[in-house]
Nanobody, 122 residues
C-alpha cells in the first residue's frame, strides 16, 4: 500500500522560500503522476504542480515554484520561492496511478498525505 508523508512546512515572511518534501513508500513514481495540492481555509483544494515525464504548474505559481522528484529516495519535492500571503494553505502531496491529467483536480488522485502547513506573513 502506498503511503505519503509531507514535511518542510512552516512560517516565513513574504518573499521567503520553503522546500516541501513528500516521502513515498513503495515504487510510487514509476509511470505515475505525483502532485502537490493546497487548501486554504474556506476554499477548495487546488492543484499546484504535478510531475510525470513532464512538469505542470498552476498559473499562480509558475516561475516561483519548482516540482521535482528523487527516484532513488522515493521523495517528491516542491521548492517554493518568493512566497506570498496568498500561498498560505495546507499543502498535500498526492499520487495518481497513471499519467498526469490535463487539469490538476484532486478527484484524479488516489493517495494523499496528511498535509503540511505553510503560513506566509506580509
Amino acid at each position: 500500500q502506498v503511503q505519503l508523508k509531507e514535511s518542510g512546512g512552516g512560517s516565513v515572511q513574504a518573499g521567503g522560500s520553503l522546500r516541501l518534501s513528500c516521502a513515498a513508500s513503495g515504487d510510487t513514481f514509476r509511470n505515475n503522476c505525483m502532485g502537490w495540492f493546497r487548501q486554504a481555509p474556506g476554499k477548495e483544494r487546488e492543484g499546484v504542480a504535478a510531475i510525470d515525464s513532464s512538469t505542470f504548474y498552476a498559473d499562480s505559481v509558475k516561475g516561483r515554484f519548482t516540482i521535482s522528484q528523487d527516484n532513488a529516495k522515493n521523495t517528491l519535492y516542491l521548492q517554493m520561492n518568493n512566497l506570498q500571503p496568498e500561498d498560505t494553505a495546507m499543502y498535500y502531496c498526492a499520487a495518481r496511478f497513471s499519467w498526469c491529467p490535463s487539469i490538476l483536480q484532486a478527484v484524479w488522485f488516489a493517495v494523499w498525505g496528511q498535509g503540511t502547513q505553510v503560513a506566509i506573513a506580509s
